[in-house]
Every structure is written in structure tokens, then in C-alpha cells.
């Protein structure tokens, strides 16, 4: 038993560091880069076991070198189950944004699959909306599952709040909300909006319809939109462009254009 102990310990140890850390950073970098439109960029990558490692300084851009996620440091696992059967199956675990990020990935023959699990990520914190100007706050969460090219995805806000927006240099007002729900699908590039709901005391939102999320992509959404009384008094020349409403009180809009160029319909 103890030869093999001895044996089983150093099969282990040479198995440690033997064990091609760097062709798997490439092979992940290159799945990334082939089968989604992201850049992923590594830094390096720290074994703690031969199943365990973490990687870091870790950067998911778009095509055009946008950063869209950073993270100083994901701790990566993979399955050796997965990879004798020729499956690569990761799961990577980062603290982000003020919360918590969970990715699961497998990629194989006839199997592609990805879930993203985030927990009270901070909507501030993220450079890009700063960027573009937006003053955002509140706390986001939920998950999106996808296999091959088909997806779904479930989205929570709480207290959510926008100051100083302008859209079409139009001013609009600022807005609190204490909850909004996203239930979306995805099909190849396009993506339903199946229920989307912001709940404020000022304002409610309601929106139904899809996208086709690539360049000059198509806009098709229904937006149902309820303010108070006060905020529709304080937006009265706002209010008096809405004509069509229903019996619950929202006023409803088409959207339609491009990502790139929305046009409202009254």
C-alpha cells in the first residue's frame, strides 16, 4: 500500500507539471476568438492543482479592441472527464463589478453549451455605460443558458436609477425603479424580448418584441409606458406626443429602425 501511495503521489505530481496549462489558455483563446464575435486576452495562468488554476488579468473585448470584461483574476476549473472524452468543459469563477460571476462552457463534438450566473454586479461599475454616458446605479443579476445557437436568458434589477439621460438630445427625466425583470430568447442573432418590466413609482415600463443583434441589426419592439400623475403633469408637452393608450393606462409605442438608428412610432 505504501509503494502504491508512492507511485499514486508521484504520478500525480509529474501529472502537475506535465500538464499543458499553456495549450489549454491557447485552445481557450481560440474557441472564444472562432465561435463567438469577442477577442478573449490572458495574461497568465497559475496551476494550483492539475484540474484547478487561475487566470489573470483576464480581457474580453469586441472585434474592433472595445473592452467589454475585465477581471484581474478567474479561478478555473476543468473537467478530465470531459477532456478523455474529447469535451472541453470549464467552469470560471470571478469576483466582477462589486458581485459575482459564474461561466460554465463546454465545447465538443456535437455539444455546445455556455451558462453566465451573475449575482449583484454593480450596474455603476461598469466602464462602458460610464463611456457612453450614462449615469446608472443599482444592483443586477439573473442567468443565460445557451445550446448551439439557441439561448435564454433571465435578468433582475433592483433599485435602479437613472440621472441626466438624454436620448435623441432629448432630456429625460430622472427615473427611480425598484424592480425590472428581463426574460429574454436567443436564435442564431436575434434576440426576443419576451417580457421586459420596470417598476417605479414615477414610471412604468412595459416592452415586448425582438432585435437582430448585428450591425445595421432591425428594430421591432411594442414599449408600453405609464407615468403618475405628477410626471405627466411636469412632462406635459411629452405626454401630448402619446396618443395611443390602452385601457390599463400605458400609452403604447412602436420602435422600430436599426440598433444603430432607432425610430420611434407614436
Known amino acids: 500500500m505504501s509503494y502504491a ?25 481560440s474557441e472564444v476568438r472562432l465561435r463567438t464575435p469577442f477577442e478573449l486576452s490572458v495574461a497568465g495562468i497559475s496551476p494550483r492543482f492539475f484540474n484547478y488554476f487561475i487566470l489573470s488579468d483576464v480581457v474580453v473585448s469586441n472585434k474592433s479592441g472595445k473592452v467589454l470584461f475585465e477581471s484581474p483574476s478567474i479561478r478555473t476549473s476543468v473537467s478530465l472527464f470531459g477532456l478523455l472524452r474529447g469535451l472541453l468543459a470549464l467552469e470560471l469563477r470571478s469576483q466582477a463589478y462589486g458581485g459575482e460571476l459564474l461561466i460554465k462552457v463546454q465545447q465538443g463534438p456535437g455539444r455546445q453549451y455556455l451558462l453566465v450566473d451573475a449575482n449583484n454586479l454593480d450596474v455603476g461599475a461598469y466602464p462602458l455605460l460610464k463611456e457612453a454616458g450614462f449615469k446608472l446605479s443599482g444592483k443586477l443579476g439573473g442567468n443565460f443558458e445557451m445550446i448551439g445557437d439557441a439561448g ?54 412595459k416592452c415586448t418584441g425582438d432585435m437582430v443583434l448585428r450591425e445595421r441589426g432591425t428594430l421591432n419592439l411594442l414599449v408600453k409606458i405609464k407615468p403618475s400623475e405628477r410626471l ?6 411629452v405626454v401630448s406626443l402619446l396618443k395611443n393608450k390602452d385601457a390599463d393606462g400605458f400609452y403604447q409605442i412602436g420602435l422600430g429602425g436599426t440598433l444603430s438608428d432607432p425610430l420611434p412610432r407614436f
Open 232 to 237: 405627466a403633469h411636469e412632462q406635459a408637452a
Open 152 to 205: 435564454k436568458g433571465k435578468l433582475w434589477l433592483k433599485k435602479l436609477t437613472s440621472r441626466e439621460l438624454k436620448i435623441k438630445g432629448f432630456l429625460i427625466p430622472d427615473l427611480d425603479f425598484e424592480q425590472c425583470w428581463i426574460e429574454t430568447d436567443v436564435k442564431g442573432d436575434r434576440l426576443t424580448i419576451r417580457k421586459l418590466d420596470l417598476d417605479g413609482k414615477e414610471l412604468k415600463i
Open 5 to 29: 501511495a508512492y507511485f499514486a503521489g508521484a504520478f500525480l505530481v509529474f501529472l502537475l507539471l506535465l500538464f499543458p496549462f499553456d495549450r489549454l489558455k491557447a485552445k481557450l483563446v
